[in-house]
C-alpha cells in the first residue's frame, strides 16, 4: 500500500459545487437524520479517490444500501479517519482553529455528543470558514454555529494500491469510479 498526497483543493472545489445542491450519485439523507457526513464524505473522497471496503470498519458508499457506518455517521467517520491504517484517507484529531482547507470540524453538544460534520474550505482572521449540508452553508464562519465544542480532523493523507483519478466525472456527478 502506497501514501499518498490528499488534495485539499479538490475537496473545497467540490464543497462549492455541491454546498447547495445534491450529487445524483447519493441519497440524500436529509430528512432521515442528515445530510452532512454524508457531504463531508463525498468532499473527502474528491480529494482522494479511494475507499476502504471494510464493510464494518471502512469507508465506503455504494448505494444507501451498501455504505460503511463511516461514511454517514458523525462518530464512525471521526473513528475511522484517525484510526484507519488501511486503505482510504486518515488523520489526526486537532484542535479546529487548526484545521487547514479539506480538514473536517466536529460539533458537539452540550451532553458531549458529536452530531454535526463540517468541511474547512477556508479561513477568516484565524477562523475556520465551513461547507455543510443539511443545513446547507458554503464559507460560514463556524462562530456561526450553536455548539458547545467542537474538534477538527486534519486529513494527513490516502492510502491505496495505486493512484487514481476519479475527479472530473465524480465532480460532475456523472460517475462513482471507485479505485
Not at 1 to 29: E, G, I
Not at 57 to 84: I, M
Not at 98 to 110: C, F, H, M, R, Y
Request: with cysteine; hydrophobic share 35%.
Amino acid at each position: 500500500m502506497t501514501n499518498f498526497t490528499y488534495n485539499r483543493r479538490r475537496a473545497a472545489d467540490y464543497a462549492l459545487k455541491w454546498a447547495y445542491r445534491r450529487n445524483p450519485l447519493f441519497t440524500d439523507f436529509s430528512g432521515i437524520g442528515g445530510n452532512c457526513t454524508n457531504f463531508v464524505s463525498q468532499c473527502i473522497f474528491a480529494g482522494s479517490c479511494v475507499m476502504n471496503f471494510e464493510v464494518t470498519f471502512g469507508w465506503y458508499y455504494l448505494s444507501p444500501e451498501d455504505r460503511a457506518p463511516a461514511w454517514t455517521g458523525v462518530q464512525y467517520l471521526y473513528n475511522f479517519l484517525t484510526t484507519n491504517g488501511g486503505a482510504g484517507p486518515f488523520g489526526r484529531e486537532v484542535d479546529a482553529f487548526e484545521t487547514k482547507v479539506g480538514d473536517v470540524i466536529q460539533l458537539a453538544n452540550s451532553e458531549g455528543t458529536f452530531y454535526h460534520s463540517v468541511l474547512v474550505v477556508g479561513s477568516l482572521d484565524g477562523e475556520p470558514l465551513v461547507a455543510a449540508q443539511s443545513n446547507d452553508a458554503f464559507a460560514k464562519p463556524l462562530s456561526a454555529y450553536d455548539f458547545a465544542s467542537s474538534r477538527g480532523i486534519a486529513v494527513n493523507g490516502v492510502r491505496g494500491e495505486k493512484r487514481c483519478d476519479c475527479f472530473e466525472k465524480f465532480y460532475n456527478g456523472e460517475d462513482l469510479t471507485v479505485c
